[in-house]
C-alpha cells in the first residue's frame, strides 16, 4: 500500500505544479492580472484565438483530477494506517512488556545513627503544620 501512496503522491504534486502554471497563463480579465506577467500571450500563439476555452477546460479537467487522487490518497492511507494498527499495538505491548521493572524484594531498613544529646539539641524540631517563627529580639 505505501508503493501506491508513494505513486499517487507523486501524480498529485506533478497535478499541482500542472495547475499552477495553467492559472498562470491564462489570460486575464481587463489586461490585468498575473498572466500578462507570465505570458499570457504565449497562450494565444500556442493554441489560437480561442485560448481560454482550452485553458479553461484543460484546467477544470485537472481540478477534477487534483481532488479525485487526493480523496483515493486519503482512502489508500487510511486502509493502511487500520491494516497496520494491530501489529503496532502487537509492538507496544511487546515492548512495554520487555521493559517491565523487575520486582526488588524488600530490602532491611538501615538502623539510624544513635542520636547523642549534643545533636538533637543543635538542630530544633519544627511541626509540619506549624507557622514559621519569628525571630526575638532582646
Not at 499570457?40 to 479553461?56: I, K, R
Amino acid at each position: 500500500m505505501s508503493f501506491i501512496a508513494g505513486i499517487l503522491t507523486v501524480l498529485l504534486v506533478l497535478n499541482c505544479l500542472l495547475l499552477i502554471l495553467l492559472v498562470l497563463v491564462q489570460l486575464p480579465k481587463k489586461d490585468a492580472g498575473a498572466g500578462i506577467a507570465f505570458g499570457g500571450g504565449a497562450a494565444d500563439a500556442l493554441f489560437g484565438a480561442g485560448s481560454g476555452n482550452v485553458l479553461t477546460k484543460i484546467t477544470k479537467w485537472g481540478t477534477g483530477v487534483f481532488f479525485g487522487m487526493a480523496l483515493i490518497l486519503g482512502l489508500v492511507n487510511k486502509s493502511a494506517q487500520s491494516s497496520d494498527a494491530p501489529a503496532f499495538e502487537q509492538a507496544v505491548q511487546q515492548k512495554q512488556q520487555s521493559q517491565m521493572p523487575v520486582a526488588v524484594p524488600p530490602s532491611t531498613p538501615i538502623p539510624s545513627a544513635p542520636t547523642t544529646a549534643s545533636n538533637s539539641s543543635a538542630l530544633p524540631v519544627i511541626p509540619a503544620g506549624s507557622p514559621p517563627a519569628t525571630p526575638q529580639t532582646n
